[in-house]
């Protein structure tokens, strides 16, 4: 598994990097570890686009930063999904940079348990959302009757999909854009907006942001893994 | 033409706008030059205006005189007294213009000017030496008259009018006291007398001027340090302000920077107690990963607290699900409850919702949560909500050693810590009451702390439930109003059909209607909603009716009324997303069910369309 840190405070790469490879390999033993860190989103864009499974971003950089930093870096690393590294992890920030197309928002200010457990789920499905985040964004959610409960929604998920299906909300939610689905799975644009409409109405979701709580709360990320 | 006159102390008010404001004795003192400057303009004002009376007056002392005196004495006295009247004139206009000159210097050469004038006017007294009394009397009038149109001039200089009016009329009396007789005598007191008498209101007329000028300038002083006193205020703001974002700019970085080098400490002394160590440099790692767990919380209580201090947090009041948010608050306590081996439980009705900021409510929750756990060794902490018909009620209960009455409003001080409290000391910092109690103020909630020693302790509160239905704003008692919207009524019988018109109509909306569903069917384009009812005189029913209305419309809310009380018809309007209201419908409930099915949440499109798949699946 390789992984890209951007990040400004070289004092946290080290530590970053072995907390990581220690739930890497925790997680899959059999891959080999690579690890990077880049300063600024310049120097990160300098690194092959396709060489990682994963992109670290701290929101905080000197010169292109928060929102602007997670366009450029997933312009450049088009598939690779990309979560957010912040100290500052307020629930408007959080869903800006997940509707801005994160895959995910890891709060620095965590005690070290917890920022293993969010690692480790970020590691193993490439997605996270900080539970603060889903708790606000939840107490203020309505109800929507047609929601599936979150049983029925890990059965659906693993059960009435199909492969592809499975596939198509996996990307999507970790914020491929349409388009980059599409061509990585080889097929039509179309299909694939048919795919996530059908699958966004059976999880009572409007648009990726919800399907990713939905899917997230619900803990079924595992579901999709099963392609 | 007030500029000459108020331009010191303007002049003074543009190079220091902070000037303090001015106090009395400065305006007099200002005044008084002020003053004597506008005294100078109105005279130099009023010469001019005064120039074809007085030529007129003097060519007529000239003309009575023609006859009787020398023709060079008289042509003589006219020349010299016209320059000298022009004279005064083009110098008080100089004099105006002169701003070198000391103001009292320029004030005496008036009086010498005024004084100049008044004895060519009053050297016309002396033609009555060759006249007889007729055109005495003649003279003493137009004389008269020039003395007393000198007041017009002189009036905010009482000294000037003295100094010319004095020769004129001092003259004339003289002349007549020569004359002799009684009636010479007499004529003489009256001039003199009313010489007095032209004197005393002058000074009277130059004392109201005088007044009244000081009274500007005392208004225009007091705008100015009221407007010097605004200035100082909006600095003052400004600077609250400019201080309050760099004091948040300052946060933003401590809270980023601060938290780096705590970062790596955390992952590295994580990282180390899991190598392979000796059992004291594992105690060592085991002691570093314990403080810097309490300089983390402390670091991310004391950033809170600063920041809601800051200002920069607002509230932001939404509708929030309190049992989500009470439970998950909970839930994210049950190991550190375990841990300290207590019980942690709550109680919350499914379907309250209350108008907060769920950000901040969270944040009073959790810390008094943790609180509680914390100073509780056995027992449990428990979260109750009891719902009322306008509010809720929140209280967070801890079995702990509980708190003196004396003490209840010192825990919610900053860094305060009770001695003698069952407190885990390890994760104490004394800041979590300071966080609940500014969060509060945000939230605008009170609240109110019960507890008494040995007796645990609740902390409760009280919040306004959520409307139940969003957008309708309903009307103490009677109808809402429906003003702007518009509305299909479709029912075959023509009297129902009406009397829905009529009680939509009443509340002010627009309506049309039809009979059958091919009318409806015409009239859906501009509606908000549609009102059906169940049975229809033609073939299908009310559901039909939405169906072939939502092929044009697919959202189109509905109320459906009928007269069946069965639970048949109670799933299908559910499964169409319609509300279902029973006959017999009264007006204002009709109203209601509208704007709730207008008002209620997008689920129609969902619900249909959910409806439309399942039904071809």
Known sequence: MNVLLIDDHEIVWNGTRRLIERVAAEIDPESIFGFEAARDVSGACRLPAHGFDLVLLDYHLPDLSGVAALSAVKAHFETTPVCILSAEGAPQRVREVIEAGAAGFVPKSYRLEEMEAALRVVLRHRVYLPAEFLLVDNATRTEDPDALERDELVRFLKVELS????????????????????????????????????????LGAHNRTDALCRVFEAQAAAALEST | MTVTGVAPPRADSLGTPQAPALTRAAVYEIGGEALDERRLQLMADRVPGARWSTVLGLLFLAAIAWRHVPSAVVIGWFAVTLVAREFRAAAQLRMVADRVTPVAVRLRNTVLLALLCGVCFGAAALFMRWLDTTLDALVTTMLFALATGGLAVNSTYSRAYAAYATPILGLTALMWAVEGGWIGLTVTLMILLAMGMHIRFARSNQETFEESFRIRLENEALVRSLAAERNELERARDAAMQSNLEKSRFLAAASHDLRQPLQSLTLNSGELARLPLASDARAMASDIGISVEQLRSMLDALLDLSKLDAGVVVAQPRRVRLALLVQAVVASFRAAAVVRGIGLEHQCPNDITVETDPDLLRRILSNLVDNAIKFTSSGAVSVQVAAGDLDVEIAVRDSGPGIAPEHHRLVFEDLVQLPGQGLDHRSGHGLGLGIVRRAAALLRVDIKLESQPGAGAVFRWRMPRAATQPGVSVAPDGVPSLVGKRFLVLD???MVRGAYANALAAAGAEICTAATIAEALRNTGQVNAAVIDWRLAEEGDGFTAIERLRERRPVLPVVMVTADTGPKIAEAAQRCGAVLLRKPVDASTLVRALLGAIAGPPMHETRSSAGTTSGAG
């Open chain 1, 163 to 202: 492969p592809r299906q499975r596939q198509v909300l996996a990307l999507a939610i970790r914020g491929t854009p349409v388009k980059l689905i599409a061509r990585k799975l080889t097929i039509a644009e179309g299909t694939v907006k048919v795919h996530l409409s059908m699958v966004y109405r059976a």
């Open chain 2, 492 to 494: 075959d019988d023509a």
